[in-house]
């Protein structure tokens, strides 16, 4: 891989980081400002939906600007807003703090990933992809753990100062490995023309498949702390390093995930989204036993990530011409799916059959979204033999 893809890796590592790290840093947050735990989670609720509008909004805004100027750009943003988050006095200007970094998740990986696939051959593009999301996953991994300790530690507001310096590190290395564009010259699309093209039924389809793909995920992810502890039975001290097999697991997945739609996205899609279903399906019968449920927690993490590349190439792939656009829509897909999945968790367990009835259920939305990509392939080989089919006697 060349070393710019490893440059976007260090971007992505910076806004995993700040996605997530909030998690762990609730009750300092909500005990610092003076609101309650609820008002406290609304902060991961207001950063996924900066992500869901701003992706597509700023990536049409900068759509006539070189993509490594819009990465330092975004990185810069993604800079300042953690600087801002570090010195919010008050909850209202957090919020806001955390939604204006938030703009710059989905089209710094939207972007991103046009990027470093135009930076290897073509066998390789999905491994590119894998290797720059792997800055994700290391943060779920590793940057997570290590700011919610910093945060109890020093306080919450030193997790931001962290990534506030994470994200100037990784601000100079892209400016200095990224190279310029190879199609700097080229005729930017209008904004009509790409929403023409990101409206074509099999990009739809792709975002489709992302969102009911990750909502599965998400349905049980959302809710591990009290599947382990309240049905497994364990500890709570037993939660964290649990989560750090989820993580191992992701990383794993992740990279064979791209290895595999180097061979072939539609085989890969297909694959991976039927073995989420099937790994989710089986964990409900591993829900009472300890080192099933380690194991199946690791699974999870590769089965979810291992859907990542082959989602994120079909859709690449179909939207010729509005690559940047329809990238970054499939980036604010993935968190449309993790809103989706923690909703849905939580009817089920409110309003359905209960917690332990989470992983059969959630199976049956990957299942829907391997149903959908089974029906994008079907269709578009078929439109694909009709030039033949003309020509026979």
């Not at 939906?49 to 943003?77: I, S």
């Not at 030193?158 to 994200?167: N, Q």
């Not at 989706?340 to 059969?360: H, K, N, S, Y």
Request: with cysteine.
């Amino acid at each position: 891989m060349p070393l710019a893809v490893y440059a976007l890796t260090a971007g992505a590592f910076g806004i995993g980081t700040t996605e997530f790290v909030i998690m762990g840093l609730l009750m300092q947050v909500a005990a610092d400002l003076q609101v309650s735990l609820p008002l406290a989670g609304l902060l991961i609720s207001g950063y996924a939906l900066g992500v869901f509008v701003g992706a597509p909004l700023l990536t049409l805004a900068t759509g006539r600007l070189p993509r490594k100027t819009v990465l330092v750009a975004l990185m810069v943003v993604f800079t300042l807003g953690n600087l801002a988050c570090a010195l919010a006095p008050n909850y209202a200007l957090l919020m806001v703090a955390r939604v204006v970094t938030s703009m710059a998740h989905g089209t710094f990986f939207g972007v991103g990933a046009v990027v470093a696939t135009g930076l290897v051959a073509e066998e390789r593009k999905a491994s590119a992809i894998s290797v720059m999301f792997t800055g994700l996953t290391v943060a779920t991994l590793l940057g997570v753990p290590a700011g919610a300790w910093l945060g109890l530690q020093y306080g919450w507001r030193s997790t931001f100062w962290a990534v506030t310096a994470i994200g100037v590190i990784a601000t100079l290395v892209i400016a200095g490995l990224v190279p310029a564009d190879r199609d700097a010259g080229a005729a930017p699309v209008k904004a009509r023309a790409e929403f023409a093209i990101v409206a074509r039924t099999p990009v739809l389809l792709g975002l489709l498949m992302t969102v009911l793909g990750f909502g599965g995920m998400f349905a049980i992810y959302t809710y591990i702390q009290p599947l382990l502890t309240q049905i497994t039975g364990f500890a709570e001290t037993a939660v964290s390093p649990i989560l750090l097999v989820f993580g191992v697991g992701m990383i794993a997945g992740n990279l064979l995930g791209g290895r595999f739609a180097d061979r072939g996205v539609p085989r890969a899609l297909l694959a991976t989204l039927l073995a989420l279903a099937v790994v989710m399906g089986l964990m409900a019968f591993a829900l009472h036993s300890r080192w099933a449920m380690v194991l199946f927690t690791g699974l999870l993490g590769a089965a979810a990530f291992a859907t990542v590349p082959p989602l994120q190439l079909w859709v690449l792939q179909r939207a010729a011409g509005a690559q940047s656009l329809a990238s970054s829509l499939n980036i604010g897909a993935f968190n449309l799916g993790n809103a989706f999945g923690a909703w849905l968790g939580g009817v089920i367990i409110a309003r359905g059959p209960g917690l332990e009835a989470l992983p059969w259920i959630g199976a049956l939305v990957p299942l829907s979204a391997f149903a959908v990509a089974w029906f994008a392939i079907r269709a578009e080989r078929a439109r694909d033999a009709l030039p033949a089919c003309a020509d026979a006697p």
